[in-house]
């Protein structure tokens, strides 16, 4: 847990002296946006402020309805909306053997979440690690802690653009 990058980011603010941004992480390791609408309503208890959604790869590793997808997220995104929350969205790709036209839905699918809820997009969160076997694990497609680094920064700099 020390080495994931919601981790490096809440150091980064303690390091800062910003103490009072907390970061909370309610990821669930496997899970696909399917129950994504559920375990946000159980979140929002906490009420953030902030909403950064990084949801859908498992969907896509799964080769899942993009269209589905997409329609979980509209749906935690308006609940989000409602409650008043400043709210990200993080793109994910498909890795090459899922095939173009799969690929090139998947991502364009939080693409036009973005523009629909004009949402502040990281366009990929795995950028600069994605495919890069010294930044993995084993299994090629989890981050290892050097790529959680790497996707610390690229979300760091979205929410200090926000903040």
Not at 69 to 94: D, P, Y
Not at 134 to 146: C, R, S, V, Y
């Amino acid at each position: 847990p020390e080495q994931a990058y919601t981790y490096l980011i809440q150091d980064h603010f303690k390091k800062n002296g910003q103490h009072h941004i907390k970061i909370f992480n309610g990821s669930i390791s496997g899970s696909t946006t399917a129950g994504a609408l559920s375990r946000l309503k159980w979140f929002l208890r906490v009420k953030p402020d902030m909403l950064i959604l990084v949801l859908g790869a498992n969907d896509g590793l799964r080769g899942l309805s993009t269209s589905r997808m997409e329609q979980n997220l509209s749906s935690c995104i308006e609940l989000a909306r409602e409650k008043g929350k400043t709210i990200s969205l993080a793109g994910m790709k498909m890795p090459p053997n899922y095939g173009p036209e799969y690929s090139q839905e998947f991502e364009q699918t939080f693409e036009n979440l973005s523009k629909k809820y004009d949402l502040t997009l990281i366009p990929f969160l795995l950028k600069d690690v994605a495919g890069k076997p010294d930044l993995n694990q084993a299994d090629g497609i989890h981050p290892n802690a050097d790529g959680h680094k790497i996707i610390a920064r690229t979300v760091l700099e979205t929410l200090l653009e926000q903040l």
